[in-house]
């Protein structure tokens, strides 16, 4: 059964830094495309990036690019964000989402649907 554990949420200040953590279990994020997705009270889910390690392929979205780094770590099936210059417009809840399907993803742009979400982790910034 394929599973994903998110955790390394928490309250920060702004300018403060967090990093999550994706973990798998069930497969191998080597080879699964594994996007992180966050949702703020009364908006809409946001991707905010992707990656495939065995594609060596990343994404960011414009929000977070130049403060967010996501990076895989094979031998712990992890998949970490770490988030610098956090700002308040950064709280959410972080999912992490993983697919089989990584070149019809990439092809869309890691858009998704994804077949598996993790729980979820807050993050919050406090200015």
């Known amino acids: 059964e394929v599973q994903l554990v998110e955790s390394g949420g928490g309250l920060v200040q702004a300018g403060g830094s967090l990093r999550l953590s994706c973990v798998g279990s069930g497969f191998t994020v080597d080879d699964y495309i594994i996007a992180w997705f966050r949702q703020a009270p009364g908006k809409e889910r946001e991707r905010i990036s992707c990656?495939?390690?065995?594609?060596?392929?990343?994404y960011y979205a414009d929000t977070v690019k130049g403060r967010f780094t996501i990076s895989s770590d094979n031998a712990k099936n992890t998949v970490f964000l770490q988030m610098n210059s956090l700002k308040p417009e950064d709280t959410a809840v972080y999912y992490c989402a993983a697919d089989s399907q990584i070149r019809a993803q990439w092809s869309k742009g890691c858009r998704g649907p994804f077949d598996y979400w993790g729980q979820g982790t807050q993050v919050t910034v406090s200015s």
């Open positions: 990656i495939s390690s065995g594609h060596h392929s990343t």
